[in-house]
């Protein structure tokens, strides 16, 4: 199975930073990496698929980048809307695996 | 507007089973693989087990391998999981969720509200 290793497990911002969230394969993927937004409760959002295209409606401060093992989700001026938990997906084969998510919360 | 609805959720002790459904509606269902992905309270996600758009392709995590079923009812536009030999490890909240498309390499682009499954005595 292919293992997503995310980090930082969490992180504390504030509105207006910028945060960045790391992804790696234990094997190369090439692009096909999924990431999620989850806020509590309720069912996860894809922000970006695949691992640097911005999926319809998600704002434009939300950024990926990567390839092969290596992958990066980028918030470029953290808004009050964007504190929640954050996870990456491999898409490239089975079983789908997720990383264990990075939360996202108020310094 | 694309929409799942997951419904079967509930308490059942261990060893018993429970079968999830998940109706869409929205978009043309046989289109679409289909997949399971679960979270248990407090923790990451999961993904459980796809279905191919026709049924004649299923995939399972490990962990459900032998206990689950997946299948769908492309003429009632319908998921279902059955959950057999339930242990309190597959307590979670499940989510039915849309593969974005039929290749191979696919994420889960729309996903319902979730339905919890507790295992308890």
């Known amino acids: 199975d292919i293992q997503m290793t995310q980090s930082p497990s969490s992180v504390s911002a504030s509105v207006g930073d910028r945060v960045t969230i790391t992804c790696r394969a234990s094997?190369?993927?090439?692009?096909?990496l999924a990431w999620y937004q989850q806020k509590p409760g309720k069912a996860p959002k894809v922000l970006i698929y695949?691992?640097?295209s911005l999926q319809s409606g998600v704002p434009s401060r939300f950024s990926g980048s990567g390839s092969g093992t290596d992958f990066t989700l980028t918030i470029s001026s953290l808004q009050p809307e964007d504190f929640a938990t954050y996870y990456c997906?491999?898409?490239?084969?089975?079983?789908?695996?997720f990383g264990q998510g990075t939360k996202v919360d108020v310094k | 507007e694309v929409q799942v609805l997951e419904s079967g959720g509930g308490l059942v002790q261990p060893g018993g089973s429970l079968r999830l459904s998940c109706a869409a509606s929205g978009f043309t269902f046989s289109s679409y693989a289909m997949s399971w992905v679960r979270q248990a309270p407090g923790k990451g996600l999961e993904w459980v087990s796809t279905v191919s758009g026709s049924g004649g392709g299923t995939y399972y995590a490990e962990s459900v391998k032998g206990r689950f079923t997946i299948s769908r009812d492309n003429s009632q536009n319908t998921l279902s999981l059955q959950m057999n030999s339930l242990g309190v490890e597959d307590t979670a909240v499940y989510y039915c969720a849309r593969n974005s498309d039929g290749s191979g390499k696919n994420h889960f682009d729309f996903w319902g509200q979730g339905t919890l499954v507790t295992v308890s005595s």
């Open positions: 094997q190369g993927i090439s692009s096909w």
């Open positions: 695949p691992a640097t």
């Open positions: 997906q491999q898409a490239y084969t089975f079983p789908r695996t």
